[in-house]
Structures are given as C-alpha cells and as structure tokens.
C-alpha cells in the first residue's frame, strides 16, 4: 500500500491529515512544533522527524502550512521536504501562497525529477473538518489524477485549473472577495449599533434577501455574541488581502475595495487580533 505524507498540522492540515487517516490512507505526519504529531502517532500515522524523511519515504507529499515564508522554509529548509525528493516523487502544496512562491517550490521539485502540484483550498474549518473543502490545483496532470482519491476524503469539489500559479490565484481571488465582504458586514454591523439599531434585526434582514449566505449568517451570529475563536486566523486573511493586492498592482488591475479592506485587517493585526478568528476585524472596525 502506498505511503502518503503531511506536512503542517495546524487548523487545516490537522483535519485534513485527519480524514485520510480515517479512510484508511497510510500517512506519515511532520510538523514545526513536534507536540502535535502525537495525536496522529495515536491515529496509527508514522511520526517523521525532518520534511525529507517524509518525502523520501512517500510516493506523494502535501503541504499545507502558514503562508509563502513557510511554504518557502519547509521546502527549501535543511533537511527540508525538497531533499527528499527524488525522481516521480509528488509534492502538492495546499497552502495559500501567490503565484510566484508556488512556481518557485514547483521547479525546484521538478528539477529534482519530482511532480508538482498546487492545490490550495477553499473553505474553512469545518469543512476541513466534513471533508468538503473546494480544491483549487493546477499544475502536474498526472499528479492531480493520482491524488484525486485523496482530495475526494478532504474535498467535495475538485478542480483542475491548468499550469501552475493558476491555483494560487483563484484562492487569492477567491479570498480577496470573502475578506472585502467580511470588513463592509463589519462596517454594517458597526453602524448599526451606533444608530441604535438591533444587530440582531440587521442580520434577519440581510438573511431575508438576496445578500442572504453562510458566512454572514454563521459570522454575523458569533460576532453578537462576542465569540472569535478561530476558525480562520485574522493573520492569514490579511496575507490573502495583501498578496491579492500585490497581484491586482502586477496586473494593473486597481482594487480600491480590496485595498481598503487590507487597511482594516492590518489594523486588526496591530490591534493584537492576528489569531483570532477574521470576523476579529469587527472589533477594529467598531473600535
Ligand atoms: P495554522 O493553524 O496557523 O497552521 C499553520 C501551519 O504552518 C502549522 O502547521 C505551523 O506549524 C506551520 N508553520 C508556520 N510557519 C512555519 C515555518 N516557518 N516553518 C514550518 N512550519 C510553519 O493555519 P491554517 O488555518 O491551518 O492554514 C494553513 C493554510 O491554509 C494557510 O495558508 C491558510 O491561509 C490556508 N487556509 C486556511 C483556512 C482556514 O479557514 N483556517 C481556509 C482555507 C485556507 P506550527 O504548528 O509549528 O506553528
């Protein structure tokens, strides 16, 4: 039976890893911090020591780790997974990273004979936790065929978007118009209060039409009640905002809103909120 590895066992990685284990995949775990991997070693995944004992003993590896400085580190570190890898190896990234960071790990991994995929995710928690994340890859053909079966214990939806760097921006895309929507429902909610409206009415009317959807319903009701544990880390949304930004200035398209958006998660960030959950940037944006 054939040995997958995981690499990165935060919020996501940690149900992600733990899903395939659960269907029965063989897994091998690494992460920064050690102490997490003990809980897998109970699941019955092996427990590596180094990024490349995982990719030197797995056919195929997915990563799914902070941000591009992590994808960055965990690949090209010492002993990193890029030394592992050797010929026909896989290496899927499911972190959110830009374009640029994705294709840089992509032909580092292919100049060693590997494969590489990216596949960043949408979706949050639960769904991490459901198995029904959106998978966004792009980039070795093959390779997303061969994970496939995998994706289907994670995700409920696949897609295949092309050449590397394709994935990366979809999510960042993706991303920058969830972050937008998040910091003017905070800034509604916020007026409202101040008006001396009930947030609670303001919520049943978006719910009652067309601006109805999941994220305002479940955020909107955790933020009345003052609950910011994190599903998704403040920090990692505005990395999303920032290197969608950055992605809007390399193709000249201007991004007023996203920009603006940016400026309040940053706030946020400065505030203390950076691992609370992103509905946080309600207390900056009311503060
Ligand atoms: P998280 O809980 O903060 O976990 C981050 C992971 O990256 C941990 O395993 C952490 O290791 C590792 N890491 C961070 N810096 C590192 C470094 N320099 N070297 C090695 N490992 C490092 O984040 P998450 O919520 O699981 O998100 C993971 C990725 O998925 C991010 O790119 C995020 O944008 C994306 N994403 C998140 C969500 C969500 O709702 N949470 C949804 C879609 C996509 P330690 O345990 O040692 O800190």
Known sequence: MEQYGFLGLGIMGSAMAKNLLKAGFKVTVWNRSQEKCAEFAALGATVAATPAEVTSSCSVTIAMLADPAAAHAVCFGPEGALEGI??????????????????EIGAAVTGKGGRFLEAPVSGSKKPAEDGTLIILAAGDRGLFDQALPLFEKMGKKSLYLGEVGRGAQMKLIVNMVMGGMMTIFCEGLALADKAGLECSDLLDVIDAGAMANP?????????????????????????????????????????????????????????????????????????
């Open 86 to 103: 050797g010929a026909g190896r896989g290496y899927v990234d499911m972190s959110t990273v830009d374009a640029a960071t994705a294709q």
């Open 215 to 287: 994220m305002f319903k479940l955020k909107g009701a955790q933020i009345g009640q003052e609950n910011f544990a994190t599903a998704f880390p403040l920090k990692h949304m505005q990395k999303d905002m920032r290197l969608a930004v950055a992605l809007g200035d390399q193709l000249g398209q201007p991004l007023f809103s996203a920009s603006a958006a940016n400026e309040s998660f940053k706030r946020a960030r400065s505030q203390g909120f950076s691992d609370q959950d992103f509905s946080a940037v309600f207390k900056a944006i009311a503060s």
